[in-house]
């Protein structure tokens, strides 16, 4: 059982920078793989961002691929958002998941543990 809680939202303008945390629970943090996912209002859930506890291998979304860098600290079981030349569509409510695969995933069904979620606002 893993028990996810991201911090680190807010409200910056356009070009700004947000780093997200997401703090997790559990002696075996070490071995899931990490995802951000995000949700604006009346769209469904889409990846952004993963890494893989194997090989640590990372895998961007091309709509934040070169602005956004996933991160972790096993020591600190968190995984972290670096988030870059903000722009107002990445305006969403940003969410980390965490499973025990092997190879990164990107449909938000293959993960078992999710955060409630921390609201980003972008502003023009």
């Known amino acids: 059982q893993v028990q996810l809680v991201e911090s680190g939202g807010g409200l910056v303008q356009a070009g700004g920078s947000l780093r997200l945390s997401c703090a997790a629970s559990?002696?075996?943090?070490?071995?899931?793989?990490m995802a951000w996912f995000r949700q604006a209002s009346g769209k469904e859930r889409e990846f952004v961002a993963v890494?893989?506890?194997?090989?640590?291998?990372?895998v961007y979304a091309d709509s934040v691929k070169g602005r956004f860098t996933i991160s972790r600290d096993n020591a600190k079981n968190t995984v972290y958002l670096q988030m870059n030349s903000l722009k107002p569509e990445d305006t969403a409510v940003y969410y980390c998941?965490?499973?025990?695969?092997?190879?990164?995933?990107?449909?938000?069904?293959?993960?078992?543990?999710w955060g409630q979620g921390t609201q980003v606002t972008v502003s023009s």
């Open positions: 998941a965490a499973d025990a695969r092997f190879n990164p995933a990107y449909n938000p069904g293959a993960y078992d543990y």
């Open positions: 890494e893989t506890w194997t090989d640590h291998r990372t």
């Open positions: 559990g002696r075996t943090f070490s071995r899931y793989t």
